[in-house]
């Protein structure tokens, strides 16, 4: 027969497990790290979704055209150089060995015009352009006794201008047109040029001069039309560089060794400048022989999304944790001021809602953009959970005022989401008011009460 002293202790017990709050905030508390889970889940899958589009991004550039550097023009002058060797038998011998003497503009002007659009691959897009470019540099005369080479040594007949291009497959629809001093020239494709990146596989254009550069200073005006995806870059290989870009995009990127002078933005377009000195950057003028590297000096101009939404939804996903302890949090002091009982289950159910919300987010996203996939997912889960609440809250002013909160809690995030640069400012103040609610709300809680 049951001792009617334990029995008492046992009730006693199983009242005190159901109405401590002590016991209600560790369950909460717990089931927050469980609901973890879940939301671990969800940030790896859409970092998943995320490098698929990089794929399918990089599988469209291959078949368009990748991301462009511009280089040169760079005059390219053979020379022979006499040079004494020994042979099998030990004896000495001298021969004349071609040998390739480089020479930089004076001065380099190129202005151009981007032409952007977007391709489709499924869900997934990519940004690729069409963009129009004039090169006009001006030579001047160059100086071979400063390399230790005699004028007889020059062989101008096969001297020709070199103009490096990552990509050869973004030249489209016409070929280059080249003119030198009022002469119509051809250019041809070229690889493995020692003057831009040090290594191999660089294309590019070769056009021979053929003498069209009798006299100087000479001028030389190169145009293209030159596809590409994402990025367009420039080197600057004269002692002046001057870039002016325009194009049909409304947030450009601007990086790489300089940022330009002058810039303009509109909700549409926009056009930079660069003016660069050859102070800036360590190339010399004039040199023979030696492979250089160019690619350190390289800026321009990236036609990438920032507000992507992957960026976004994965930077929304962080604060999952917030939205589910400020959304228990709330119910538990609906709780405690108001003499409800919400069992442990009603919290999975609500925090289950709290996590399938990121995988709406995503999956609207993908098809319809963030913003508008943001507010139909928070209004479709705020619903669910208020209507859900009325079933165990007291009253309508109860629900409406949970309803709120949720509101209030996803619209902190959304515009947390969208402050790129005053992010951590904006979400260390809202969470610094938040925490001074919650003080304000509990000062009069007898925490110790059962």
Partial sequence: MENPGTSSIIDRLGQWLRESVTVKL???????????IPLVWIFNLMEERQQRAGEVRAEVSAKWSGSQT????????????????????GKTETRQVKREA???????????????????RGIFDAVVY?????????????????LKIR??????????????ISDLRGISQHEPKINTNNVNLTGE????????????????????????????????????TLKGSEQLYFIPTAKTTTVHLEGKWADPGFDGAFLPDNRMLSDSSFSAGWKVLHFNRPIPGQWVNE???????????????PAHQYQNSIRTAKYGILIILFTFISLFFMEVMHNLRIHPFQYILIGAALVIYYTLLLSF????GFHASYWISTTATCALITAYAATFLKNRKQTLGLAALLLVFYAFVFVVTLQQDYALLTGSIGLFVVLGALMYISRRINWYRS
């Fill in 189 to 224: 494709p070229a690889q493995n040029m020692p003057f831009i990146f040090n290594r191999k596989g660089t294309t590019g254009i070769r056009i021979p001069l053929h003498r069209s550069i009798s006299r100087f200073p000479a001028d030389a005006t190169i145009s293209l």
């Fill in 291 to 305: 492979k250089l590297d160019f690619s350190a000096s390289a800026f321009g101009v990236n036609l990438l999304v």
């Fill in 130 to 146: 069409q963009s129009h470019l004039t090169l006009d540099a001006t030579f001047s005369e160059p100086r071979p006794e400063e």
């Fill in 151 to 164: 004028s007889d040594q020059m062989l101008w007949d096969d001297a020709c201008l070199l103009v490096g």
């Fill in 26 to 36: 560790a369950s909460i508390g717990l089931l927050v790290i469980i609901l973890l």
């Fill in 365 to 368: 996203s993908e098809h319809i």
């Fill in 102 to 120: 480089f020479f930089l503009p004076e001065a380099l002007n190129i202005r151009g015009k981007i032409l952007p659009r977007h391709l489709h």
């Fill in 70 to 89: 511009l280089a040169g023009p760079v005059m390219v002058v053979p020379y022979l150089e006499t040079e004494t060797v020994f042979t099998a038998e």
